[in-house]
């Protein structure tokens, strides 16, 4: 291959050429799809009635609604680090998704003279938002306490999607799961720390989805040697009341064995909320347990067998004694019986414990979503504490203080999640039109990352893709139309 990519041969066949010429080019146009689903929710308009600028309107350049869409669309697109955001600033899909303009300004820009410089303060965006703009929303989010507002706009995001689908009604019942997830740091991140379980310097946050529908209602970023259940109350209190006013009638809560102490248990009991939980055995679970860890005399059928008993126990730190289920499992060819015990406070006449555990054995399907936010997004939580000592090898005039680092990390964590949502919602739209089943990455390999040449004409912006997208487009824009949110309660 040459140097100059004006015109290139391969040097495998004589025949294929590379060329750079003029012309609107994009390998992301999946962009306008996660835009128009957002759109359809009316999740802008939330974003505007909701989002505070701190900023002097006379010296704003993007609006904060459209730095957060930026923000959003990059990483539902895989671009983990701010650094990415300066190579594609002209890129025509993302700059006509992320653009809150009409028509075609978002790609005409003003002619100027040659030899002049653009304005200090345009009339309008001439292209994305740099890395330094990007790095400063996410600084100013904090200081004007929008984690709590994109924490609750999961849960709306959630809501509307849902209601749409149902023609504006809720969901009778859906099931919160609430796990924790390590995310792999490097230097010195405040509040990140080792954790022994997991080996690694680390988060360790708190996240919920929905487990019949794969959204992802809320996170809360934790230090790194946290324990799993540590402020799980806290987290799971306020959005089973945002769940039950925006998305569903009844909430139950499922979790796993590092969460069942008393403090979670007893506040999920005094309100109401149903739970099922995997408890961790210890001696005295084992010793409850010996009695039914036999076999029935007879020859062992060629399938495996299950049983179940029902008891109850009180750990040393619970206030009373609580329904558990045990579950002996026998696999095949194994010699010795293996089991494990359920926690619920539903009782025996509410939830027999065949659907106990059935309900159970169902946290595989969202510990499968939750997976998803590690290998589709892989949240990059790099942001430090970085005080300016000199300036140009002297002391500076005057000194700002230093964000809180641990607040901007979880304003990024927060923002993968929204860029988890706006992928969901393309994923399910995709999954009635197809009838199969989507991850987010085949989401973003087959629909998202697609190259189309952009024409603008007139008042006309046309984005060609090859016509092997056809039909997933064709599928993914049709359930698009039929996606409205008339209700925004």
Not at 352 to 381: F, I, N, Q, W
Request: net charge positive; aromatic share 6%; glycine share 8%.
């Amino acid at each position: 291959m040459g140097e100059s990519l004006n015109e290139v041969r391969a040097q495998f066949n004589g025949s294929v050429r590379v060329e750079v010429r003029p012309g609107h080019l994009t390998s992301d146009a999946g962009v306008i799809a996660l835009r128009e689903g957002l759109e359809r929710l009316r999740m802008f308009e939330w974003l505007k009635a909701h989002l505070e600028d701190e900023r002097n309107p006379a010296l704003i350049t993007y609006p904060v609604v459209e730095l957060v869409t930026a923000a959003t669309l990059l990483l539902a697109q895989g671009y983990r680090d701010h650094d990415d955001a300066d190579a594609l600033r002209q890129d025509a899909a993302l700059r006509m998704a992320v653009s809150e303009r009409r028509g075609t300004s978002p790609l005409v820009v003003p002619e100027r003279p040659e030899g002049t410089p653009p304005p200090k303060n345009p009339p309008r965006p001439e292209s994305l938002p740099s890395q330094p703009t990007l790095s400063r929303l996410t600084a100013m989010l904090e200081r004007t306490g929008a984690r709590a507002l994109l924490r609750e706009g999961l849960t709306v995001i959630a809501g509307r999607r849902l209601r749409a689908q149902r023609g504006g009604h809720r969901k009778r019942y859906l099931t919160l799961d609430v796990d924790s997830l390590p995310i792999k740091v490097h230097g010195h991140q405040p509040e990140a720390a080792y954790n022994g379980h997991y080996h690694v310097n680390m988060y360790h946050p708190l996240v919920a989805v929905l487990g019949e529908t794969g959204d992802l209602v809320d996170l809360d970023l934790r230090r790194g040697n946290a324990h799993t259940a540590e402020g799980a109350l806290d987290f799971i209190e306020p959005l089973i009341d945002r769940l039950e006013g925006e998305v569903c009638q009844v909430a139950a809560v499922r979790i796993d064995a590092g969460f069942p102490e008393e403090g979670t248990l007893g506040g999920l009991e005094r309100r109401g909320t149903p739970y099922v939980a995997r408890v961790k055995t210890n001696p005295v679970l084992d010793r409850l347990a010996e009695p039914y860890l036999h076999r029935p005399p007879g020859r062992r059928p060629a399938e495996p067998r299950t049983w179940l008993y029902e008891l109850t126990y009180q750990a040393k730190s619970w206030s009373r004694a609580r329904r558990v289920v045990l579950v002996v499992l026998e696999q095949k060819d194994d010699l010795f019986l293996r089991h494990f015990w359920l926690i619920t406070n539903w009782t025996s006449e509410q939830m027999s414990a065949e659907a106990l555990l059935e309900m159970y054995r169902k946290r595989g399907t969202a510990e499968g979503h939750l997976g998803e936010l590690m290998s589709a997004l892989d949240p990059a939580l790099s942001s430090s504490p970085r005080p300016k000592k000199t300036y140009a090898g002297h002391q500076p005039a005057r000194v700002t203080d230093s964000v809180d680092a641990f607040a901007v990390n979880e304003v990024r964590l927060l923002l993968n999640a929204w860029a988890y949502a706006a992928m969901h919602v393309c994923r399910t739209l995709l999954e009635k039109a197809t009838g199969e089943g989507w991850s987010l990455m085949r989401v973003r390999e087959r629909v998202l990352k697609v190259a189309a040449r952009v024409l603008v004409s007139g008042r006309r912006v046309t984005f060609v893709i090859a016509q092997t997208s056809e039909s997933l487009w064709r599928g993914l824009w049709h359930e698009l139309g039929r996606l409205s949110c008339p209700d925004t309660a």
